[in-house]
């Protein structure tokens, strides 16, 4: 079985999956329109060139998302995108990349459960953790 997170946009699905695939180190696999898809005579014309599916890879994680029709966007919903890295300087290139334009709700630091560990709001409005765990 695996579990992946689905993230719903405003209609930035695109830049926020081109963003994460640069930020993660990984390969979006598929990012699919309305436009051309057998739900394109259903789409509002706004909303043709929005995208209805993506999926990226990075390591053995995958992330999915799509944009969402406004009438149905969730909004924040008190989840968060948690990342778990092996090394203080990727916990800390991942958690600066994500914080452009983003609001930090706890900076990077020290914990007593974790070496690096750091969470934000990125400019997507996706919640993010950061975690690079201490070795016992």
């Given at each position: 079985?695996?579990i992946?997170?689905?993230?719903m946009f405003?209609g930035d699905c695109e830049a926020?999956f081109k963003?994460?695939?640069k930020?993660?180190?990984?390969?979006?696999?598929m990012?699919?329109?309305h436009?051309?898809?057998?739900v394109e005579?259903?789409?509002?014309?706004e909303?043709l060139?929005?995208i209805?599916h993506?999926?990226?890879?990075?390591g053995?994680?995958?992330?999915?998302?799509?944009d969402s029709?406004?009438?149905?966007?969730?909004?924040?919903?008190?989840?968060?995108?948690?990342?778990r890295?092996?090394s203080?300087?990727?916990?800390e290139?991942?958690?600066?990349a994500?914080?452009e334009?983003?609001i930090?709700?706890?900076?990077?630091g020290e914990?007593?459960?974790?070496?690096r560990?750091?969470?934000?709001?990125?400019?997507?409005?996706?919640n993010?953790?950061?975690n690079?765990?201490?070795?016992?």
């Open positions: 079985m695996d992946n997170p689905y993230l405003k926020a963003f994460y695939e930020v993660l180190g990984g390969k979006i696999e990012m699919l329109r436009r051309g898809s057998p005579e259903h789409t509002p014309p909303r060139d929005q209805l993506a999926r990226l890879v990075a053995s994680a995958v992330l999915m998302g799509s029709p406004p009438e149905r966007y969730p909004g924040e919903n008190g989840f968060f995108v948690s990342i890295v092996d203080v300087k990727e916990a290139r991942i958690f600066a994500l914080s334009g983003a930090v709700l706890m900076p990077m914990t007593f459960w974790a070496e560990f750091g969470m934000l709001r990125d400019r997507f409005g996706v993010w953790m950061v690079l765990e201490k070795t016992q």
